[in-house]
C-alpha cells in the first residue's frame, strides 16, 4: 500500500511527470467508432429507458421518451439476436490491424457480448445488479423499476413530456404482464425465488399497489405537471390508466407471486436449479470478469479477511475497545448512541445532510489525487421509502450525459440503526467521491471514448474501483480526525472480502439464508437486518458481491507493480489517469492496460 507522505509527494511532483501514453484513441480517429455507434444506437432503441437515462431521448431519439424496453418473449428473443448479430459484425473486424488504444475497446466490447450472450443462453431470469435467476423478486422486475424511473428520471418540462409519461405508463402494463407470463415460465423449468424473497416482493407489490390517489406514479406526474402549468387533465389520464390497467396488471402479479410462495423452498442458493451450478459460473465471469471458480473467489475472501481483521484489531485496542471478538467490539460500536441518528424522519434527513457534507469536504482533497475532475453535480438521496424494504443498502446512479440530472447517491435508511454515523463516509467515499460518480462521470464526459464505451458497464471495474476509492480517501486523510470513521472504513474492507466468502457460500457450498447471516454478524459485527438484505441481495444478483474485492485486488497489484518498477517516476495522478483512461473495462484487459502502461513508463 502507498503510504499517505509518498501519496502526497508524488501527487504534487507534476513537473517531474512523464508524458501519459494516449491508451483511447479520439473517436474520429477510430476505425471502431462507425461500427461502435451503431451497437449503442440499437441498444439505445431496444432499451428506451437508457435513452432518459442518460439525457438522450430528443432529437433523432425522441421517439424513445414514451416508450419501455420489450420484455415480452419476442422482446426476449430480438434482444439474444441483437447480442449475436452484434458479435458477428464485431468479429468481423480484424483486431490485428487495430491500434493500441482500438484494441483495448474492441477487446471490451468483445468481452461484453460474450459475457451477455453466455447469460442470455439460459432460458431463465432477469437483471438486477448483473445476471438474476429470477424476473422478478425483491430486487428485480418492471415493479420494482419502473415506478422509480419515472419518478426520477422521466422530466417533465413540456406537454409532450408528460404525453411521453402516459405513453410509458401505458406500457408498463405490458411489462408487468411480461414479467408475470415469464415467472410462470420460469416456474414450468424449477426456476422460483426461494420463499423470504418472495416475502419481500410481495410486500413491496402491496406497496406498490396502492390506490390511484396515493400511488407514485400518479401523484408524481400530477404534482409536476401542476408545477409546469400543464393541464389538470394530465392527473386525471394517469389515475384512469392506473386504475384500468396497471392494477389489474399489478394484481395478476401479486396472484402469481403468492401461488409461487404456497409452494416455495426456503433454500437460498443457486446449486438447488438443474442448470444453477452452470448459472453461478456465468454470472461469477460476468461479473467478476475474471477466470477465477467458486472454489478460488471463496479463498480469496478467506485470506485477504483474515489480513483486515487483523488491521482491525489494532485500531479496535486504539480506542480501548479490547475484549471479545472483532465482530463483538464492532458490534459495541454499532450500538454507541453518539454514532446513532434517530429512527425518525428528521433524524434521517440528518443523516442525509452529513452525507453531502462529507461529499462536499472530500471534493477538496481531489486535485492532489487526479488531474482531471468530472463536471457534473452530485447529491445524497434516501432510497424511496415503497422499496426500502428490499432496496440495497447503498447504490449510485449516474448523472445525464448534458449534466441535466445529478449524479445520486441512494442511502437505504429503513432502520437508521443500520448506519450508524462512522459506517457513512467510507460508503460516500465510495458510491460518491471519488468513487462510482468520479469515475462514471469522468467516462461520461471523456471525449476519447464513444458512448457505447462510456455506457457500458463492469461491475468488477467500477466496484473495484468504488472499494479502492476508500482505500485512497484514507490515505489522502479523510479520517485524521476521524478515528471511528477509519474503523468503518476498514470494516467494510472486511465486509467486501467477507462477500466473496458469503457469496460463494450460499451459491457453491449450500449455505442457507441463516448461515450466511450469521456469518455477517459473527466476523463483523454487522446488524443483522443489514445483513439479511445483503445475504438476500446475493440471493437475487449471484457473483456480482465478489466482483468489490476482485476489482479492487486487482487495481492495488497494478499500483504496487508500477511503484516497485517505477520508483520515484511514480505519480498518483498518472497512475490513475491510466486507470481511468480507457473508462470501463475488464479486469483482464485492464491487467494488461496496467502493464503496458508501466513498461511505457520505464522507457
Known amino acids: 500500500m502507498l503510504d499517505r507522505r509518498s501519496l502526497l509527494l508524488s501527487a504534487s511532483a507534476g513537473a517531474a511527470a512523464l508524458a501519459l501514453p494516449r491508451l483511447a484513441g479520439a473517436q474520429a480517429a477510430s476505425p471502431l467508432t462507425p461500427l461502435f455507434d451503431r451497437f449503442f444506437q440499437e441498444r439505445l432503441r431496444q432499451r428506451p429507458e437508457s435513452a432518459t437515462q442518460l439525457g438522450l431521448d430528443k432529437g433523432e431519439n425522441a421517439d424513445l421518451k414514451g416508450r419501455l424496453s420489450d420484455q415480452s418473449p419476442a422482446g426476449l428473443k430480438a434482444a439474444k439476436a441483437q447480442t449475436a448479430d452484434q458479435l458477428r459484425r464485431l468479429k468481423a473486424v480484424d483486431r490485428a490491424a487495430l491500434g493500441p488504444a482500438d484494441r483495448v475497446s474492441y477487446d471490451t466490447v468483445l468481452y461484453s457480448l460474450e459475457s451477455t450472450a453466455a447469460v442470455q443462453a439460459f432460458d ?37 413530456d408528460a404525453d411521453a409519461y402516459l405513453s410509458r405508463l401505458d406500457a408498463f402494463t405490458g411489462q408487468l404482464d411480461a414479467n408475470t407470463e415469464r415467472m410462470k415460465h420460469d416456474a414450468a423449468l424449477g426456476v422460483a425465488p426461494p420463499d423470504f424473497m418472495l416475502d419481500l416482493t410481495l410486500d413491496q407489490l402491496s406497496k406498490t399497489r396502492l390506490p390511484a390517489a396515493d400511488n407514485i406514479l400518479v401523484t408524481s406526474l400530477a404534482k409536476r405537471a401542476a408545477a409546469k402549468g400543464l393541464s389538470a387533465s394530465y392527473a386525471a389520464d394517469a389515475a384512469r390508466i392506473y386504475e384500468a390497467k396497471v392494477a389489474p396488471a399489478l394484481d395478476r402479479q401479486i396472484a402469481e407471486a403468492k401461488r409461487l410462495r404456497a409452494t416455495a ?3 437460498a442458493g443457486l446449486w438447488r436449479f438443474k442448470e444453477g451450478p452452470a448459472f453461478y459460473q456465468a454470472a461469477l465471469h460476468d461479473t467478476t470478469t475474471t477466470p477465477y471458480s467458486p472454489d478460488e473467489v471463496h479463498k480469496i475472501g478467506l485470506d485477504q479477511a483474515r489480513e483486515i481483521s487483523a488491521r482491525l484489531d489494532g485500531l479496535l485496542k486504539k480506542q480501548g475497545l479490547s475484549q471479545g471478538s472483532i465482530g463483538a467490539r464492532m458490534a459495541a460500536l454499532y450500538k454507541d448512541p453518539s454514532q446513532l441518528y434517530p429512527n425518525t ?24 489525487a487526479f488531474s482531471r475532475l468530472p463536471p457534473y453535480q452530485f447529491e445524497v438521496r434516501r432510497v424511496p421509502p415503497q422499496t426500502e424494504a428490499g432496496a440495497a443498502s447503498a ?5 445525464a450525459l448534458d449534466g441535466s440530472r445529478p449524479g445520486l447517491v441512494y442511502f437505504n435508511l429503513h432502520d437508521s440503526a443500520e448506519w450508524p454515523k462512522f459506517c457513512l463516509a467510507t460508503t460516500i467515499f465510495h458510491e460518491g467521491l471519488p468513487g462510482h460518480q468520479l469515475e462514471g462521470g469522468l467516462a461520461l464526459s471523456n471525449p476519447n471514448l464513444s458512448l457505447l464505451r462510456k455506457t457500458t458497464s463492469f461491475p468488477a471495474y467500477g466496484e473495484g474501483w468504488a472499494l479502492y476509492a476508500e482505500q485512497l480517501s484514507d490515505e489522502l486523510g479523510a479520517y485524521d480526525d476521524d478515528p ?21 457460500g450460499l451459491h457453491h457450498l449450500r449455505w442457507s439464508r441463516e448461515q450466511a447471516i450469521a456469518y455477517f454478524v459473527d466476523q463483523e459485527g454487522e446488524a443483522p437486518g443489514f445483513a439479511a438484505r445483503e445475504v438476500e441481495r446475493y440471493c437475487a ?17 497494478i499500483r504496487a507493480r508500477a511503484q516497485a518498477a517505477l520508483g520515484p517516476k511514480f505519480q498518483i495522478k498518472d497512475f490513475h489517469d491510466a486507470v481511468l483512461a480507457n473508462g470501463r473495462v475488464p479486469l483482464e ?13 520505464r522507457a
Open 124 to 160: 431463465f431470469g432477469g437483471n438486477a445488479f448483473g445476471p438474476s435467476p429470477y424476473v422478478v423478486s425483491q430486487l428485480t422486475g418492471a415493479y420494482q423499476q419502473v415506478p422509480d424511473f419515472l419518478d426520477t428520471k422521466h422530466r417533465i418540462e413540456t406537454a409532450a
Open 265 to 267: 423452498s426456503h433454500d
Open 345 to 368: 424522519d428528521a433524524g434521517k434527513a440528518q443523516a442525509i445532510a452529513y452525507c453531502n457534507e462529507r461529499l462536499a469536504q472530500i471534493r477538496t482533497m481531489l486535485p492532489r
Open 395 to 399: 447504490f449510485s446512479q449516474g448523472p
Open 484 to 504: 471511528l470513521g477509519r474503523l468503518g472504513y476498514l470494516k467494510f474492507q472486511m465486509f467486501r472480502a467477507n462477500r466473496c466468502v458469503v457469496d460463494t
Open 541 to 557: 444478483s449471484p457473483g456480482q458481491a465478489c466482483s468489490y474485492k476482485l476489482g479492487h485486488t486487482e487495481i492495488v497489484a
Open 589 to 601: 484487459v485492464l491487467r494488461r492496460v496496467g502493464d503496458e502502461w508501466i513498461a511505457s513508463r
